[in-house]
């Protein structure tokens, strides 16, 4: 029965439904827990997003701050990121998705990239960086 309760509480947390703990104030999660708010919050007030667009940009963000939190990138209220780290985080990325997939992760880091540089969390613009894979045509 506990296990079952485990699973459910799980499953929960995954659709969002049941708030995550709050991280420590000052840590690098927490950091990227603000970014994230933010960055909601700039999306919404200049763009007339979808709500499947908007959590999408979210949560390709999401991802890349985590990525920057385990790798130390993330640090006092900046992001110590240069080009290479964006390339390995495209790298590692890409592994394992498709060409077209691929193309929406790049298009959503691009648009992250950005308001991490207009917000002073990145001190360069590395979005015109970020290279997407060629997209065939019939």
């Not at 990227?32 to 709500?51: E, G, N, P, S």
């Not at 999408?56 to 130390?72: D, P, S």
């Not at 394992?96 to 929406?104: A, E, L, Q």
Request: with cysteine.
């Amino acid at each position: 029965r506990e296990g079952r309760a485990a699973v459910q509480r799980y499953l929960r947390e995954l659709r969002g439904s049941v708030p995550k703990r709050p991280a420590q104030i000052g840590s690098p999660a927490a950091l990227a827990v603000t970014i994230v708010d933010d960055y909601r919050r700039h999306l919404i007030a200049t763009k007339d997003l979808a709500t499947g667009t908007l959590n999408g940009r979210l949560q390709e963000a999401r991802f890349f701050l985590q990525w920057c939190e385990r790798r130390a990138l993330l640090t006092g209220s900046t992001l110590a990121c240069i080009a290479d780290d964006v390339d390995a985080y495209q790298r590692e990325r890409a592994d394992s998705v498709r060409r077209t997939t691929c193309s929406s992760i790049t298009r959503r880091l691009r648009e992250a990239l950005r308001f991490l540089h207009r917000s002073g969390r990145l001190s360069v613009d590395l979005s015109p960086r970020v290279i997407s894979p060629r997209q065939y045509r019939d």
